[in-house]
């Protein structure tokens, strides 16, 4: 697709992290940088309205939605990347956790969209969770995943694309180098490929439930 307005929401992890390697491609040495201006270099007719929030929830990412008419209409596609950071007297994993009921309204928000995407949690072993934390953290993101799919939201972990990415020295951010803000890219830019191969442009289609057949 081409000419399309993108609409694109995350917490810090599209924003890259100074490594000692940063300089090598020419990119910053000292300051932390979001990887959006590097869309526009690899797909010059996309045009990416997008802000990367640090320690931003998921309900920070829904308060920094648009909500008019007039930006359901504007944008073609919006992409949501979360990693479920825990807002200040949240929980993340526990069986009373509320990341569930955030995501939820996250993702009825995001209904209201031409087309939306989220990519949610990666897996834990890649934030540097010790392996039982881990094992729990991919339990949450395949919950959340069936919560957005559930409500006709497409999603995805993306772990197919950060197992290829370095991460930056905290262990807990993406490395500020160009191999990994290439992946960066091709993991938006191939959310956007999805979203109009789901609902090809012209489309007024909407997500429907099919009504239950007893073929026997």
């Not at 009825?108 to 031409?114: E, V």
Request: with cysteine; proline share 4%; aromatic share 10%.
């Amino acid at each position: 697709p081409s000419n399309i307005n993108v609409l694109i929401r995350s917490d810090s992890t599209l924003r890259t992290y100074v490594t000692p390697n940063s300089g090598r491609d020419w990119l910053a040495t000292r300051a932390n940088k979001e990887m959006f201006r590097h869309i526009k270099t690899t797909h010059p007719y996309c045009k990416v309205n997008g802000e990367a929030i640090n320690g931003a929830a998921i309900r920070t990412i829904y308060d920094h939605l648009p909500k008019t008419q007039e930006d359901y209409d504007k944008y073609d596609c919006v992409i949501i990347v979360v990693n479920m950071n825990q807002a200040r007297g949240g929980k993340v994993w526990r069986e009373d956790s509320d990341q569930g009921v955030e995501f939820m309204r996250l993702c009825i928000a995001l209904r209201r969209f031409k087309r939306a995407l989220i990519i949610v949690g990666g897996y834990g072993i890649k934030w540097n969770l010790p392996p039982s934390e881990a094992e729990k953290w991919d339990y949450c993101v395949s919950q959340m995943i069936g919560i957005a799919n559930q409500v006709g939201i497409m999603a995805s972990n993306g772990r197919k694309y950060y197992e290829q990415m370095e991460s930056a020295p905290d262990r807990f951010h993406l490395a500020q180098e160009k191999p990994t803000i290439d992946i960066m890219v091709k993991m938006i830019l191939d959310g956007v490929c999805a979203h109009y191969g789901a609902k090809p442009a012209g489309s007024f289609a909407t997500v429907q439930r099919l009504e239950y057949t007893d073929e026997s």
